[in-house]
T-cell receptor
């Protein structure tokens, strides 16, 4: 089946720094979603991308839908302590049912 | 407005017992999904409802798992003869309609089978 790859598993940055994370797939996705999950909570939708090449922002977050449709990038600028969490990329499987495939996530730590 | 709610938040049960997990989606969302999340992994799809019917149950691991949504709103995930390997966080998500890629998740139910 379709798989989404996220690496590294963990990232450590200093407060105020920018961070970029990417998500790749061996197959084409027509939609990319980025979620953030805090401990004990469900994933929260950050950004949805629907068109190859699309660049979308949500506050300090910016995500891009790769031209090849096999990758997506999420950038966080001027990180703050509450950015700590697990960031997942996700995309709907081929077919009409819109069930999502998720990557394994990247755990972000922000040092004050 | 109210988001997706799930009850209970935690459930501890003995191996072999039956459990029910409840999901209350966002009002007006016709699409409802169940996912399972193990430690260190992303959520994995279990079943999808469009209205009252299960449109796709291909993610259910075996016939011990069953889900219903009788009135097209609240859904219940049922697990019979629980096994220790069933321990995980069970997440519910809802979306506006068919092809609703923007899925909104509840806080999950953490199931522990002892």
């Amino acid at each position: 089946g379709q798989q989404l790859n996220q690496s590294p598993q963990s990232m450590f940055i200093q407060e105020g720094e920018d961070v970029s994370m990417n998500c790749t797939s061996s197959s084409i996705f027509n939609t990319w979603l980025w979620y953030k999950q805090d401990p004990g909570e469900g994933p929260v939708l950050l950004i949805a991308l629907y068109k190859a090449g699309e660049l979308t922002s949500n506050g300090r977050l910016t995500a891009q839908f790769g031209i090849t449709r096999k990758d997506s990038f999420l950038n966080i600028s001027a990180s703050i302590p509450s950015d700590v969490g697990i960031y997942f990329c996700a995309g709907p499987n081929t077919g009409a049912n819109s069930k999502l495939t998720f990557g394994k996530g990247i755990t972000l730590s922000v040092r004050p | 407005g109210a988001g997706v709610s799930q009850t209970p938040s935690n459930k501890v049960t003995e191996k072999g017992k039956y459990v029910e997990l409840r999901c209350d989606p966002i009002s007006g969302h016709t699409a409802l999904y169940w996912y399972r999340q193990s430690l260190g992994q992303g959520p994995e799809f279990l079943i999808y409802f469009q209205g009252t019917g299960a449109a796709d149950d291909s993610g259910l691991p075996n016939d011990r798992f069953f889900a219903v949504r009788p009135e097209g709103s609240v859904s219940t995930l049922k697990i019979q003869r629980t096994e220790r390997g069933d321990s995980a966080v069970y997440l519910c998500a809802s979306a506006v309609g068919r092809g609703g890629y923007e899925q909104y998740f509840g806080p999950g139910t953490r199931l522990t089978v002892t």
